[in-house]
């Protein structure tokens, strides 16, 4: 039996299936992996054993990146439950959600043409604590009730403070250079 | 009946065979060679005994080349033909270089990388790289006694596509084969980590002559994982004889100074550089051309006031890679110091002062580089011994992009990514019928294409006419482990093939380079003929010998008619390797690698499959 490279990633790291991951763990296997399919480690083989050692380094790669954040790991399992997550395919954000965007985004706004960098940290702060909480739902949709409508759409919401994150990284490096 | 196997002289699968390899430290002021003897990394010295060659070339009327020491003495007698610091120039175009009014060469523009006008005619950057790595790779064949199987040539870790590829292509110009391209920090880690059995996060701080680089990296169990890099490729010790090179200027009211005075002043601001590290003052006595003399005298302070800007310069690179990482000053373990620029007193300081630490200073910091490539090369080229079980994982410097509507750039590939790294976006037509798509890759931080770095343009053709935005066309950003990109696009809501496989080039097609290599080749009086025979059937002693390896591992993964198949390949090629026609061999060498490519995908299942032994998924689970 041959092991597929299109398996999926839980199955590759050989982990369960599920939002809660032990990280340490996806670590471990990380490395034990990139340890047999690196290029490094087939760099005096022949072009085909080379050109294999790129593809499964690339998906284990890949595979490690997707897994180990949450936003990403959860977006994944949903994926794989053949929920659609697209932003683009849902616009049905629930006012209130909206309407706390808008706020987020005017701050931050402010305090980048007002070139206040102390108060774009404290805004990354607060929004460090708030996805943290968006987090902690995440696991008990996903994991204990299996609701994945509910949970695409948490997804969502946290996909839309992660943008804001980035884009409070991008006006600190911004005002930094 | 199964018969015996006695092995073809000279290309005999001796399991232990040791493999010649070095690690080349290709810097802005000094290069170095470094091998695995014995199983500890050294320095290898020339004939009188020195492990640094200056990156140095001088260009003679009579069509000779000077390299190293001699170059240096002559760059005031003759500046136009001499080049130092050219790797400020790989893989750049005119207006990418600093200090322009400074250097005193005769450029050229050319699309992607600048050219140097001397009197053996226009060189490139790439050229004059390969001159300084010839002499490298002679030193270690004389003093290792035969033919490299290849080398690793490190890079700035913030060096571009273009950079990267530029190296890459000098180094096979100086007829050698490239292992890997690896980072200098990285590298340098290494040589750290393993000598010191370092475990936790590290920072290195690397300031050559004309790069910086700031690497973070996780050391555990022999993993050396990049978190994040930054840098600046054009900032280095240069930069700081500039400032006094202009002090000076500025003090003896002279402007501007013809090319040998420029020179003779560079060449005094590095030695007045070089003592205010061990000396309170120094002084500045210099006299020029019209006869007259500058004598000054510059103390240590003034020099640290003078450069304060640089220093600072540094550090938005480690603010930012430390961020990148997620990571504060707190979690940094220890600063390793790399490039002769961090023996400056006030850069120590500063680096000090921001970390609250000392920082690490009990390694060469012009050999640490040299020294890990060594240390990698000697692994990658098939030497690792037990106690080599350690594994480098890296990064991507800088994100990759194409450019959308309106000057916008999409990010494909973000910076800090794990190398190898494939990332796909999809992208549609914009009118009813369009049957072909351009696209602009570039590599950079910044919104807009015009403030990136244009790596590559191309077009893909043959897209079936359909209504516009019906079309699927899928681009796949692939960059190997050497930091190079790939990139293919396809059209995926038809059966029709439409696709296009490019690398971007900074310049240089592969057919300037053959035909360089083939003008080399010529110039050494060699025969191009019998050199490529010679790398064929060296090549072909290579596969045979790592396909027979693979055969007395792990041959039991194969049914007897399959052994037989690659057998027989194998018999093939050691006959064609006997005779005389390079193009047959090669065939050969091919047909072999289609023969074990099975093989080669069940090898890498069971080396998967033993690596998750015991990795139950309820073990895993805590």
Redesign the interface.
């Known amino acids: 039996m041959?092991?597929d490279l299109q398996q999926d990633y839980f199955a590759l790291f050989?982990?369960?299936r599920r939002y809660r991951i032990?990280e340490?763990?996806l670590e471990a296997?990380w490395?034990?992996?990139?340890?047999?399919?690196?290029?490094?480690?087939h760099?005096?083989?022949?072009?085909?054993?080379k050109r294999?050692?790129?593809q499964?380094?690339?998906r284990v790669?890949?595979g490690?990146?997707t897994l180990r954040k949450p936003l990403s790991r959860a977006q994944y399992l949903l994926e794989l439950a053949g929920v659609d997550t697209g932003l683009e395919t849902n616009t049905a954000m629930s006012p209130e959600f909206l309407m706390e965007q808008m706020e987020w985004r005017e701050a931050v706004e402010e305090a980048r043409v007002a070139a206040q960098v102390e108060e774009l940290e404290q805004l990354h702060h607060r929004l460090q604590q708030h996805a943290r909480e968006v987090l902690a739902e995440l696991e008990a949709t996903l994991d204990q009730a299996r609701d994945y409508p509910a949970a695409a759409d948490t997804v969502r919401r946290l996909m839309f403070i992660e943008k804001l994150q980035h884009e409070i990284?991008d006006a600190?490096?911004a005002l930094?250079? | 009946m199964a018969l015996l196997q006695i092995a073809e002289p000279g290309l005999s699968a001796e399991p232990h065979k040791h493999?010649l390899a070095v690690g080349i430290d290709l810097g802005t002021t000094n290069s170095l060679v470094a091998t695995v003897r014995n199983g500890i990394a050294v320095c290898l010295a020339d004939e009188s005994g020195r492990t640094m060659l200056p990156s140095a070339v001088r260009y003679l009327a009579d069509g000779g080349i000077v390299v190293g020491s001699a170059a240096l003495q002559a760059q005031a007698l003759d500046p136009r033909n001499t080049v130092v610091s050219v790797k400020r120039f790989m893989g750049r175009g005119l207006k990418d270089v600093a200090h322009i009014e400074a250097v005193p060469y005769d450029f050229e523009d050319a699309p992607g990388m600048v050219r140097l006008r001397t009197v053996q005619g226009p060189k490139t950057p790439v050229e004059v790289s390969a001159e300084i790595l010839r002499p490298l790779r002679l030193r270690a064949e004389a003093s290792l006694g035969g033919e490299l199987?290849g080398a690793v040539i490190t890079v700035p870790a913030y060096f571009d596509d273009a950079q990267r590829q530029a190296t890459k292509d000098a180094a096979t110009l100086a007829g050698i084969n490239v292992?890997?391209l690896l980072n200098e920090p990285t590298a340098a880690a290494v040589a750290y980590g393993l000598d010191n059995a370092a475990e936790g996060v590290y920072a290195v701080y690397d300031l050559g002559g004309g790069t910086f680089d700031l690497s973070i990296l996780k050391l555990s169990?022999g993993?050396f994982e990049v978190l994040s890099t930054n840098g600046d490729a054009a900032l280095g010790g240069d930069d700081f004889d500039h400032r006094l090179f202009c002090w000076m200027l500025d003090k003896a009211c002279i402007s501007p100074p013809d090319a040998a005075d420029a020179r003779r002043l560079q060449m005094k601001a590095r030695e007045v550089k070089e003592l205010l590290t061990s000396c309170e003052q120094a002084p500045v006595k210099v006299k020029l051309s019209s006869g007259e003399e500058i004598d000054l005298v510059i103390t240590r302070d003034d020099f640290a006031e003078m450069t304060r800007h640089l220093v600072q310069k540094t550090l938005?690179p480690v603010?930012?890679a430390l961020?990148d990482a997620g990571l504060t000053v707190e979690d940094i373990k220890g600063v390793v110091m790399v490039g002769g620029a961090t023996r400056m007193p006030h850069i120590q300081r500063a680096v000090a002062e921001y970390f609250r630490q000392e920082p690490l200073t009990n390694l060469d910091p012009d050999k640490v580089v040299a020294l890990g490539a060594a240390m990698?090369a000697n692994?990658?080229?098939?030497n690792r011994a037990d106690e080599d079980?350690w594994?480098?994982?890296d990064v991507i410097p800088l994100s990759l992009g194409l450019e959308t509507m309106g000057g916008l750039v999409e990010r494909v590939v973000p910076r800090n990514?794990?190398?190898?790294?494939?990332r796909a976006q999809e992208f549609t037509t914009f009118k009813d019928g369009q049957t072909a798509m351009a696209f602009h890759v570039v590599q950079g931080e910044r919104e807009l294409v015009s403030d990136c770095r244009s790596l590559a343009r191309f077009e893909l053709r043959g897209i079936p006419p359909m209504v516009a935005g019906a079309a699927r066309i899928r681009v796949t950003f692939?960059v190997?482990?050497d930091g190079l990109l790939s990139v293919s696009a396809r059209e995926m809501s038809s059966g029709v093939e439409a696709s296009v496989l490019v690398k971007p080039s900074y310049g240089l097609s592969d057919d300037e380079i053959a035909g360089m290599l083939r003008a080399g080749v010529e110039h050494a009086g060699d025969d191009m003929q019998a050199r490529a025979l010679r790398e064929q059937q060296v090549e072909a002693g290579?596969?045979v010998e790592?396909?027979e390896q693979?055969l007395a591992k792990d041959g039991q993964l194969l049914n007897e008619q399959e052994r037989a198949e690659i057998e027989a390949a194998i018999a093939r090629l050691r006959e064609l390797a006997r005779g005389q026609d390079h193009r047959a061999i090669k065939t050969g060498i091919d047909a072999?690698?289609?023969a074990?490519?099975e093989f080669?995908?069940?090898?890498?299942?069971n080396?998967?499959?033993?690596?998750?032994a015991g990795?139950?998924?309820d073990e895993?689970?805590?």
Request: proline share 4%; hydrophobic share 45%; charged share 30%.
């Open positions: 041959s092991i050989g982990l369960p032990d340490a763990a296997v490395h034990k992996l990139q340890a047999e399919v690196h290029p490094d480690r760099a005096h083989l022949p072009d085909a054993d294999r050692s790129m499964w380094a690339t790669n890949e490690f990146r990284d600190l490096e930094e250079s | 493999r199987t292992l890997r169990r993993v938005a603010r930012k961020r990698q692994v990658l080229a098939g079980d594994l480098l994982l990514s794990t190398l190898p790294i494939a692939q190997d482990a290579r596969v790592a396909t693979a072999l690698a289609r074990t490519d080669a995908a069940r090898r890498m299942d080396s998967i499959r033993a690596a998750l990795q139950k998924v895993i689970e805590v």
